[in-house]
């Protein structure tokens, strides 16, 4: 729930409570009616009293706009058949994203890297549902570490943002491997070397 949400709540329920009170003393005989009202015309009497109670309703109209008809996303956590993710509510109906689905579409993100290759992804999940990523890769020795990482943190925040709506906290990436090229070994030498014999050998017998 956001911040404006939980304050028009808040405003709401204290003028409920307010008013239940003064209904209650007034039913009693604890407060009569003409004190009530003398209070509220000397309120509006004056011009600055006037301003202050037309701005108060003039924000708790707004308020009520808002919480009426713009409810906000109520976020939280799930487990269900062992998927955890988070749960998008509005009064549309519900809808569950798993961390399943924010994994792939981080491994999505990896494969447009051709110089990168994701070798372990794990998503977390905090007490406010905010999202992390840790992800250890793989890359090529003609990579530029830095440069890559960046852009792989900001591609995945983009495609995640415009895939599910959900913004991450942190991508941490850790490299765990720098690919370099496979050096033949002596028995691949030997065979490569007769290879090459071979072929010399057969182009001196068509040349005879």
């Known amino acids: 729930m956001k911040f404006l949400d939980k304050l028009g709540l808040a405003i709401f329920s204290l003028i409920t409570l307010i008013l239940s009170i003064l209904v209650c003393l007034i039913a009693f005989g604890w407060i009569d009616v003409s004190i009530i009202t003398v209070a509220l015309t000397n309120a509006v009497a004056s011009q600055n009293g006037m301003y202050i109670t037309i701005g108060v309703c003039v924000v708790l109209v707004l308020l009520s706009i808002k919480c009426l008809f713009f409810p906000s996303y109520e976020r939280r956590s799930v487990k269900e058949d062992d998927e955890e993710g988070i749960l998008l509510q509005n009064d549309n109906g519900k809808l569950l994203i798993t961390k399943g689905t924010i994994k792939n579409l981080v491994n999505g993100t990896v494969d447009d890297f051709k110089n990168v290759e994701a070798e372990d992804v794990q ?52 490299v765990n491997d720098v690919e370099r090229e496979e050096v033949p070994t002596k028995e691949e030498k030997k065979v490569e070397a007769t290879s090459t014999s071979k072929n010399n050998f057969n182009r001196l017998k068509m040349a005879v």
């Open 123 to 174: 998503i977390a999940l905090d007490q406010n549902n905010d999202v992390y990523v840790n992800l250890e890769i793989n890359v090529n020795k003609e990579t530029i570490i830095k440069d890559v990482s960046t852009k792989l943190q900001n591609n995945i925040k983009e495609n995640v943002k415009k895939a599910t709506d959900l913004e991450i906290k942190e991508i941490n990436i850790k």
